[in-house]
């Protein structure tokens, strides 16, 4: 029963990964479509975050009344009946009434989850769920271009996602008795009889340096890989198409670095990896902004930081419940979850208005400040901890 259900969160960790990446696939033929401007992709999204937001911060009291399994198995569905709800969407107004539910679905599931896995399996199995997150992150983009290129349209690019989520969910709904004997298997008492508020959680000693940490490095992460392909293309005068190419190893590099770094998370303990991973981020944001005429450290550097940025997110969800007690985890990783969003969803949009009225030549100083950011914050919580201790 325990490698069932580890089967099953893995899959359920890929259909986190299989939406969040369809737009962004699918959204050059959609705007024509709707005969609206490009950007108004950001009104979309900005529904969808707004969603995540809300839903994450709620992550704690759905979670302790219904349960990881269903809130997980519930979440999957809304985000089917969404993708769904996108395919017959013909203007932009009917696509923004169903970022609600999208964006609702997505903070919830992943709260949860996360929580759920924290508190019942090992670090590695964190580090390699998430890596099953790019894999579906990776598999959406490819099946929305069969469906441009073989003239099935946006549309029915959505909906064999939304079908693929259906499956899901079904399997959800049927395994909901494994996930509740392995909680009475392990003998739970992290859901104390109320949720703690956000005011509450945010007086928890060092709570509010990992939200920082975890701010600093989804800004961090969502910039890195919005604006490559610009900074290449208009700073360093790389050809477009070698520009997104070589773009698309920072989430390679994400990828396969959680995969490795799964192997030894055990062993070397989050703590460890958080500040391996965010030194190892650093190492590569120099390397992307050395002032030399080949273009190989540039290239080299986003590499590196997309294997430095593998450990850290996954580590800092797995020691939540050691950091601040199994009893309140929930509530903490719903928290950190809207902070992380909120730094997604904010700081790269930032960079773009300093790219246009200063330089994009900024972009590996803006990328070093969240890093040191990120630096200074996790080793403010470790002192917090050890002092609590």
């Known amino acids: 029963m325990y490698s069932l259900l580890l089967v099953i969160i893995y899959i359920a960790f890929i259909s986190l990964g299989l939406p969040d990446s369809l737009l962004g696939s699918a959204w050059p033929v959609m705007y024509e479509q709707f005969d609206v401007p490009i950007s108004y992709a950001g009104i979309v999204t900005m529904i969808i975050a707004g969603g995540t937001i809300v839903s994450s911060l709620m992550s704690d009291r759905l979670t302790r009344k219904l349960g990881a399994g269903l809130v997980t198995a519930i979440s999957v569905m809304m985000t089917a009946v969404a993708l769904f709800g996108f395919s017959i969407s013909g203007s932009l107004i009917f696509l923004c009434l169903w970022a609600v539910p999208y964006g609702l679905g997505a903070g919830a599931v992943d709260a949860a989850l996360n929580n759920y896995v924290a508190l019942h399996y090992a670090s590695r199995h964190m580090s390699w769920l998430h890596c099953f997150w790019g894999v579906g992150a990776a598999v959406s983009p490819y099946i929305m271009s069969y469906c441009l290129t073989s003239g099935l349209g946006w549309n029915n690019g959505y909906r064999s996602v939304a079908g693929i989520q259906i499956v899901l969910t079904a399997i959800l709904f049927l395994s909901l008795p494994l996930w509740k004997r392995k909680t009475i298997a392990h003998n739970s008492s992290e859901t104390p009889a109320a949720a703690l508020s956000l005011s509450q ?189």
């Open 201 to 389: 959680a945010l007086k928890i000693k060092g709570v509010i340096f990992i939200l920082f940490t975890f701010f600093g490095y989804c800004a961090l992460e969502s910039t890195t890989g919005l604006w490559a392909s610009s900074y290449l293309v208009r700073y360093r005068g790389i050809d477009a198409e070698t520009a997104a190419r070589f773009a698309s190893l920072f989430f390679l590099g994400i990828t396969f670095g959680r995969f490795l770094s799964g192997f030894i998370a055990d062993k070397v303990g989050d703590k460890r990896l958080i500040r391996f991973g965010i030194i190892t981020i650093m190492f590569g944001i120099v390397l992307v902004g050395l002032p030399i005429g080949s273009n190989i450290t540039v290239l080299l550097g986003l590499v590196i930081i997309g294997l430095g940025c593998a450990p850290v997110f996954p580590s800092i969800i797995h020691s939540t419940p050691t950091n601040f007690g199994k009893e309140n985890s929930q509530a903490i990783i719903g928290i950190q979850m809207a902070s992380a969003y909120m730094g997604s969803t904010f700081m790269p949009p930032l960079f773009g208005l300093i790219a246009d009225h200063i330089s994009i030549g900024l972009y590996p100083i803006y990328l070093m400040f969240f890093a040191i950011l990120m630096l200074l914050m996790s080793e403010r919580l470790i002192r917090a901890i050890t002092v609590k201790e």
